[in-house]
Structure formats: structure tokens, C-alpha cells
């Protein structure tokens, strides 16, 4: 508890404008306090809080810049995400009818099959031709 008091009066001391302050350490009955003001019974221990460092604006400056950075590629990449997102359902959506389409072609090719297996005499070679030209649709609509 102690060095993480002494790490937020740090901290705060640090964020203070350039001007060095005294920060007085003080222990009262087996509990320590930190404050600008010294221990009332007179008992304080006066801490030396380094001056903070001239170009804390320019560092400031710095992190609000990278902090904007930051928000910007984290928003470019969430638009990605979603572009990313958009393709793949575009691209599942036309497999998707690609496969309906195939499994269409598939279904005719079969009947004709059948119907060229059934035809009389006089409509076989109609019913053959009608099977094969199924069948070469399919070999260019759906590769295997």
C-alpha cells in the first residue's frame, strides 16, 4: 500500500507544472499519509519531488496524437472487418446459388436419363440427344 501511495504521489507530482513542490510523508499511529502540508505533531518526513520534465507538453501533445492515431486504425480496421465480412457473405451467397443451380442441372440430367431409357422407338434418339445435351451443360455450368 505504501509504494502505491507513494507511486500515485509521484504521478501526481510529476503531472504538477515545472515549479518543484515538498510532499511530506507522514506516520501516525502505524499509518502513513502523504500530503503538501506537514504531519501536525511535527513528525514529517519532507520527500524531494524532481521537477517535472521541460517537454511534458510536447510529450502531452504526442499522446493526443497517437491517441487519435489509435481511434482512427482501430476504426479502419473495424471498417475492414465489416468490408471483409460483406465479401464473404456475398461470396457464400453465390456458392450457394452456384450449388442450387448444379444440383438443378444435375436433377434434369438425371431425368432425361430416365426418359431417354423409356422412350418408344420412334423418340429415342430425341430422348439420347436431349440426355447428352443435359449432360454437356452441366460439364459447363459445374465443373467437378
Known amino acids: 500500500m505504501t509504494r502505491t501511495m507513494m ?9 504538477q507544472p515545472a515549479a518543484a513542490q515538498t510532499v511530506y510523508k507522514c506516520t ?7 500530503g503538501e502540508q506537514p504531519c501536525a ?7 524531494a519531488v524532481p521537477a517535472a520534465p521541460a517537454d511534458v507538453d510536447a510529450a502531452r501533445d504526442r499522446l493526443e ?17 465489416a468490408r471483409a465480412e460483406r465479401d464473404n457473405q456475398r ?13 438443378r442441372l444435375r436433377l434434369q440430367g438425371k431425368w ?3 426418359d431417354a ?8 434418339a430425341s430422348a439420347r440427344l ?9 460439364a459447363v455450368e459445374c465443373p467437378a
Open 7 to 15: 507511486a500515485a504521489v509521484m504521478v501526481c507530482a510529476l503531472a
Open 28 to 34: 501516525v499511529g502505524g499509518k502513513t499519509s502523504y
Open 41 to 47: 505533531d511535527g513528525k514529517a518526513t519532507a520527500l
Open 65 to 81: 496524437r497517437d491517441k487519435a492515431r489509435l481511434a482512427a486504425l482501430q476504426k479502419e480496421l473495424a471498417a475492414d472487418e
Open 91 to 103: 461470396v457464400a451467397r453465390a456458392a450457394a446459388t452456384t450449388r442450387q443451380k448444379c444440383e
Open 112 to 114: 432425361a436419363q430416365e
Open 117 to 124: 431409357a423409356r422412350a418408344d422407338k420412334t423418340t429415342v
Open 130 to 138: 436431349k440426355a447428352k445435351r443435359q449432360a454437356e451443360a452441366m
